[in-house]
């Protein structure tokens, strides 16, 4: 595995984090019907919060985007996303198992929706999220603190 780390977000860094979230997302949502190359970018756009967000590098370059937005009763994970060619090497497991930690030393569950059919439903399980409800297009999971 490559050597990561991550960053605060910033406002600056949206519009590289669109771009790799249009690709990312493509294949999922096209396989859904619902790929719109400009609703899959303005979505992100509209609801994009730095505040709640990391940058994701490798090797000093740009990698990926999480965020974790706090709720009443929980967090939310959210915009995870990381470039295809680093997918499989381990570096979302240990973005991800770093913030659950975090979670776990607070006490807080992690709840976070993940489109049906998508292959990183396979890593949330991993970690311990199970599915709490799901309809056509997303699969909603929780995970309870360990």
Request: charged share 30%.
């Amino acid at each position: 595995m490559a050597d990561w780390e991550t960053r605060p977000a910033q406002e600056a860094d949206v519009e590289t984090i669109v771009e790799l979230r249009a690709v990312v997302m493509r294949p999922d949502l096209e396989r859904l019907g619902r790929f719109d190359p400009h609703r899959v970018r303005q979505r992100f756009r509209d609801g994009f919060e730095p505040a709640y967000a990391w940058v994701i590098e490798v090797g000093g370059a740009f990698a990926g985007c999480v965020a974790l937005r706090p709720a009443e009763d929980c967090r939310w994970l959210e915009h995870f996303f990381l470039a295809p060619h680093l997918q499989g090497s381990g570096i979302g497991t240990a973005v991800l198992t770093h913030l659950l930690d975090r979670c776990d030393r607070d006490g807080v569950p992690v709840r976070l929706n993940v489109l049906q059919g998508s292959q990183a439903r396979r890593l949330y399980e991993r970690l311990g999220f199970t599915v709490e409800s799901e309809d056509p297009v997303d699969v909603f999971m929780v995970r309870k603190t360990a």
